[in-house]
């Protein structure tokens, strides 16, 4: 991989402001383990987005008739009914399937008792089950990834010094020119720092990376989906820390009708996905890793402690990120409910025909299957096997509350807690066999209380569907791995390479 580094200057004309970079022609392309030195010269405002890919794309029936044209390739007439009024709200009625497929026990029936047997056997065995029936296949010959340095602007956010880098990765697509597609990113450093510095990497919605933009950052919320205010930057901060922000729309659209442009339709040639391909939480985990790809070579992170962190779909693809990616050290999925940390097969909130009828390019196109003519009680794996493929690597889950949202009574149920609380509790056995820490308890925790012991985390607040109160707990957690010895990776990175 290759960098570039340009300067950008903002210019206004009638009102508007456009970027107009200026490349200078002697300047050198620099090595790809050499991360891009920025001019100071070229310290410019961050500039407007450079992507700015739609979250409903131009043709709303698009969408249905990609989902029309899916069902029909795997032969499904018709789905359960998944809207709000159909999902089930009575805790006593969730538990429809009691039994869990054993995330220790190996296809053949032999159970898994030593580490070895984990990462040889039995983990391969949970991956290739994700990525047939749920996720989709990740494509073998993805492209390679320049990044660019657009900008690098001094700033204070509070009382601290920082500079943020404003970051393009351009996808090369010498395979198919017709589709262009560029990784959105900003990374936000003390400028004080004494070395490299840890980092958090947010997986941000469109409207939530516009508003990051933004100076002075605000705790104010802009009203865009995802944004609830600008204060966990300040926090990450006050720890000494870096952050940066990941704008997974700008390379895969959040809709359907997207299914045939960004990386996904650059890999099939704009042509429509089929049953076993990858759907968007992994594409946008694909992006992820990539942008991980560059912060290994800046000089200002600690490419060994990068957390992962999103809420809602995006906790959904941090977490999908982390399982696929052994070189992040720690995650906060807050909220990801179905499709995410939560247990297809606890019955409560959102159902997974909602997904599929929905949202269903989020998945692989065999996972539809589950929500017609069979149910999540046939699935091979469910999500406390997802959360397991990050072990031994800590996890924190965080909530809202699980009442029904309603006015003046904000709720979180649609992502159901407790189904996400009883995932993190099958997960616990494999975080055993490896050396670590399980949750400590299988008893829901009450409200507020901080499950934080060990190395799966969980708390649940008394708000809505939000991020922001969950925040403090997940820094106290996160502490321990990212100023404390680093998370291990010899023995799965070992085992990942095939020795």
């Known amino acids: ?171 090369d697509n010498s395979s198919y020119p017709q589709i262009a597609v560029t990784i959105d990113a900003t990374l936000t450093t003390p400028a004080n720092a004494r070395g490299p510095v840890p980092v958090i990497m947010e997986l941000a919605f469109a409207g939530e990376f516009k508003a990051s933009l933004v100076r002075p950052i605000s705790a104010t919320t802009s009203g865009a989906l995802g944004d609830y205010g600008q204060t966990w930057e300040q926090q990450v901060l006050a720890k000494g820390w870096g952050f940066v922000v990941l704008s997974p729309t700008s390379y895969q659209a959040d809709d359907g009708a997207g299914m045939t442009e960004g990386i996904i339709g650059l890999m099939n040639k704009g042509q429509p996905r089929g049953p076993e391909d990858w759907g968007g939480l992994k594409a946008w985990a694909w992006g992820a890793s990539r942008l991980l790809d560059y912060l290994e070579t800046d000089k200002s992170v600690n490419a060994k402690r990068v957390g992962i962190e999103g809420h809602s779909r995006m906790g959904k693809a941090a977490l999908v990120a982390m399982a696929y990616d052994q070189r992040f050290t720690v995650l906060y999925s807050s909220s990801s409910g179905e499709g995410g940390a939560k247990l297809y097969r606890h019955i409560y909130g959102e159902p997974l025909s909602h997904i599929e009828s929905k949202y269903y390019y989020w998945m692989g196109a065999n996972l539809m299957k589950y929500a017609g003519p069979l149910t999540p009680g046939d699935l091979p794996v469910d999500n406390h096997e997802l959360i397991a493929l990050c072990a031994p690597r800590p996890v924190f889950i965080g909530a809202g509350t699980s009442l029904q949202n309603e006015p003046a009574k904000p709720g979180d149920g649609w992502a159901d807690a407790r189904g996400m609380f009883l995932a993190g509790v099958g997960a616990g056995p494999v975080y055993k066999l490896l050396g670590k820490k399980d949750l400590g308890t299988a008893e829901f925790p009450t409200m507020e209380s901080a499950v934080i012991d060990g190395d799966l985390g969980f708390r649940q607040h008394s708000g809505g569907h939000t991020p922001a109160p969950n925040w403090p707990t997940f820094l106290t957690f996160a502490s321990k791995y990212l100023n404390g010895p680093e998370v291990s990776r010899a023995a799965s990175e070992t085992w990942l390479n095939g020795k």
């Open 1 to 171: 991989m290759r960098y570039r580094l340009f300067e950008a200057r903002s210019i206004a004309y009638c009102g508007l402001v456009a970027l107009a970079p200026l490349i200078c022609p002697a300047m050198c392309r620099l090595a790809a383990q050499t991360a891009p030195a920025v001019n100071p010269a070229a310290q410019q405002p961050v500039p407007p987005l450079l992507n700015d890919a739609p979250v409903q794309l131009a043709n709303p029936g698009a969408a249905e008739k990609e989902h029309q044209r899916e069902m029909d390739l795997l032969g499904i007439e018709e789905l359960r009914p998944g809207t709000e009024k159909d999902a089930n709200w009575d805790e006593a009625k969730a538990n429809v399937y009691p039994k869990l497929p054993d995330p220790l026990v190996e296809r053949s029936g032999k159970r898994v008792t030593t580490a070895a047997e984990w990462w040889k056997v039995r983990r391969p065995e949970i991956q290739e089950e994700y990525d047939r029936e749920v996720l989709g296949r990740t494509p073998a010959n993805l492209p390679k990834v320049t990044w660019e340095v657009v900008s690098a602007t001094p700033e204070k956010m509070g009382d601290i010094a920082v500079v943020t880098k404003r970051l393009a990765g351009h996808v």
